[in-house]
């Protein structure tokens, strides 16, 4: 008595087959498929792509609004933690390693009121305020520093 061969179903026409078969003799499909792994592979593809993109656009939308080149003129979130009540705007330049913006200036009954703006490393739109008064910084605010 010889051996019988092993049978199974295929999984898409449900036909008795050889278990050993790779293609399905009646519907011709391919059993050993690995559309799972090529969708979760495509899947991590597409993100990672849209990861790469999203991060080159926001440097240039940053770029663009704040107008400045080299990003070691952006303001860190360090550098922003640096930054003391009662220091000049020469010590806030120190510590930034640049000048900044002067988005605002008052003169007014013996007061000289600047806020200066920095822009940051974070997300587009991320910036650092600092207010000086007679050269004193009086008050700091910032939003999506790194």
Not at 40 to 47: G, H, Q, T, W
Not at 72 to 79: A, G, H, R, V
Request: aromatic letters at 6%.
């Amino acid at each position: 008595m010889g051996k019988e061969a092993k049978t199974k179903k295929c999984k898409f026409c449900q036909s008795e087959i050889n278990s050993k078969a790779k293609v399905c003799p009646v519907c011709k499909r391919n059993l050993k498929s690995h559309g799972c792994l090529a969708g979760i592979f495509s899947f991590i593809i597409v993100i990672a792509g849209i990861l790469v993109i999203g991060t080159v656009m926001n440097g240039g939308i940053q770029k663009e609004v704040s107008g400045v080149a080299d990003k070691s003129e952006y303001i860190t979130l360090d550098e922003y933690n640096q930054i003391d009540t009662g220091m000049t705007y020469e010590e806030v330049q120190k510590i930034v390693g640049s000048a900044g913006t002067i988005s605002s200036q008052v003169e007014s009954n013996g007061y000289k009121i600047i806020i200066v703006t920095w822009y940051g490393n974070g997300t587009a739109g991320s910036n650092a305020n600092v207010t000086f008064t007679n050269d004193s910084a009086t008050a700091k605010a910032q939003v999506g520093l790194k």
